[in-house]
């Protein structure tokens, strides 16, 4: 099975930035995947991680270390609308069919 | 590109009432995944669809639940009867190509239906 555990809150200043870490314990792994999650919409796509290292996008960014088993998501420049759940999700193995397994998520406030 | 589809908004019903939610996804994608989210936890894989096919419903309460995809396009999912700890977000995602595939194989998530089971 996968177990994921991030942080439950966290809250920044407008332009600072903030690092949601996630770590995992999985049986298989194929890939890390974060969502951004705002209240009562759908969960969209911000970054995939299959190798170690940074994968820089803008003002965002997520590196992954498959030997320790931790990933985290850096969010530069904050904006007041990056506030938001933030979802760490690990891909299983090929023998669970590449499954999403997702963690509580971190609600991000900003504040002004 | 006309994103995934879901009906109704949102739903209220008396346990032991039964309910349906409707998906259409992303038009071209072969993969289709029914998630149920409980408020303060990430989404949980109820049942993953490979066009009409079932490809893992291991976590599907099949004594309640079900979900079809017939003609491999749009989705149902169906409760019956409701219990209290029903109540969550269902949401519905698509993906052009099923987890076989190593790589990207982003999942695009519609705006979900929020059961309210009273």
């Known amino acids: 099975g996968q177990n994921i555990d991030q942080p439950t809150e966290m809250t920044a200043t407008e332009g600072a930035i903030v690092q949601i870490n996630c770590t995992y314990q999985?049986?298989?792994?194929?890939?890390l995947f974060w969502y951004q999650q705002h209240a009562g919409e759908a969960p969209t796509f911000l970054s995939y991680?299959?190798?170690?290292g940074l994968e820089e996008k803008g003002r965002f960014s997520s590196f992954l270390s498959r030997s320790k088993g931790y990933s985290y998501l850096l969010l530069k420049e904050l904006q007041m609308k990056d506030s938001a759940s933030y979802l760490c999700?690990?891909?299983?193995?090929?023998?669970?069919?590449?499954?999403?397994?997702f963690g509580a998520g971190t609600t991000v406030t900003v504040r002004a | 590109e006309a994103g995934v589809a879901q009906s109704p908004r949102y739903k209220i019903i008396e346990k032991r009432q039964s309910v349906a939610f409707w998906c259409n996804p992303i038009?071209?994608?072969?993969?289709l995944y029914w998630y149920q989210q409980i408020l303060g936890q990430g989404p949980k894989l109820l049942i993953q669809?490979?066009?009409?096919?079932?490809?893992?419903d291991s976590q599907l309460p099949k004594d309640r639940f079900s979900a079809e995809r017939l003609k491999g396009v749009d989705s149902t999912l169906k409760i019956q009867p409701a219990k209290l700890e029903d109540s969550a977000v269902y949401l519905c995602?698509?993906?052009?190509?099923?987890?076989?595939?190593?790589?990207?194989?982003?999942?695009?998530f519609g705006p979900g239906t929020r059961l309210t089971v009273l």
């Open positions: 999700a690990v891909r299983g193995s090929p023998s669970n069919d590449y499954k999403l397994s």
């Open positions: 991680n299959v190798l170690d």
């Open positions: 038009s071209g994608h072969a993969t």
């Open positions: 999985t049986s298989g792994f194929n890939g």
């Open positions: 669809f490979q066009n009409n096919g079932v490809v893992d």
């Open positions: 995602a698509s993906s052009f190509t099923g987890g076989r595939k190593l790589g990207y194989n982003e999942q695009f």
